[in-house]
């Protein structure tokens, strides 16, 4: 069983918003005189909701930053947790070796950035302790999940993005709406088959044996993909066979 670890507060004092805004320039400034993108800036603050969260997982672990863009999130495990064993996965080639560069501009940083889809199980390393995954968008939530249960990994910290039509399960959910009634309006018919994919993933992670926690790491008016799962394996028991089922009924879909 994955026991929760407290990190010093030292370490959680690390984790305010203007030294990740130091540690981003750190990496990501090339120049004295040039700042911070956008979308740079606007990281700041999930940086400041997903960083306590994975602190309180285990103390120096084999990170597996997923879907992980510019890999912002691991670079600042590696800067501002102090973690040592970093691995970053992302499938477009210009932001690897982005993140590749920034990872070489401060000292003391070790990150080996793997260019690859999340959903191919010969990208990861063995061993993977605690898997990131901020705004994985689409399917790319699905690949890391089933990555995570395949290989057992004790703790999955995820946070999706968009739910695009590539989620496998959004066929399901839709014909779940019809079935059930739901109006056509489409906001409210958005919002419950989003909401069926979430319940999916939730089982599906209850399921493979672990607890799971969903909950709002920003506010809001910050990102409206604001709900972070922490996932901690604890493996089979009797609830976890209860989740199967209600996990199969949901995926089969209505007969
Ligand atoms: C919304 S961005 C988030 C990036 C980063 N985690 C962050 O929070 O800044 C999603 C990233 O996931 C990458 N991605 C999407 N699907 C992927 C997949 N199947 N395998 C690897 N990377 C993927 C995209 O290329 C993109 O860089």
Not at 30 to 43: A, F, N, V
Not at 135 to 162: E, K
Request: with cysteine.
């Amino acid at each position: 069983m994955s026991v929760k670890y407290a990190p010093s507060p030292e370490v959680l004092a690390r984790l305010d918003e203007a030294s990740i805004e130091e540690a981003l320039r750190a990496f990501y400034v090339t120049h004295g005189d040039s700042s911070l993108r956008p979308e740079e800036i606007k990281k700041i603050p999930q940086l400041a909701g997903i960083l306590p969260v994975l602190a309180r997982t285990r103390p120096d672990p084999l990170l597996v930053d997923a879907a992980a863009g510019r890999a912002p999130v691991g670079l600042m495990a590696a800067r501002l947790l102090g973690w040592s064993k970093v691995v970053v996965i992302e499938r477009e080639p210009a932001r690897a070796k982005s993140a590749r560069r920034a990872a070489a501009r401060v000292p003391g940083v070790e990150v080996d950035v793997r260019e690859g889809d999340v959903a191919d199980p010969d990208v990861w390393p063995e061993g993977a302790e605690v898997v990131v995954a901020l705004h994985a968008c689409g399917g790319a939530f699905d690949g890391v999940v089933d990555q995570a249960v395949a290989a057992s990994v004790p703790w999955v910290v995820a946070v999706p993005c968009c739910y695009a039509n590539a989620v496998a399960f959004s066929d399901v959910a839709r014909a779940w709406a019809d079935e059930l009634g739901v109006s056509p309006q489409a906001p409210v018919r958005r919002r419950f088959v989003e909401s069926l994919i979430d319940t999916e993933r939730t089982l599906r992670l209850e399921a493979a044996g672990y607890r799971v926690s969903v909950q709002a790491f920003v506010s809001p008016a910050v990102t409206p993909h604001n709900l972070l799962w922490k996932a901690w394996r604890v493996g089979p028991s009797r609830r976890s066979a209860e989740a199967k089922k209600r996990w199969e009924r949901w995926v089969k879909g209505p007969s």
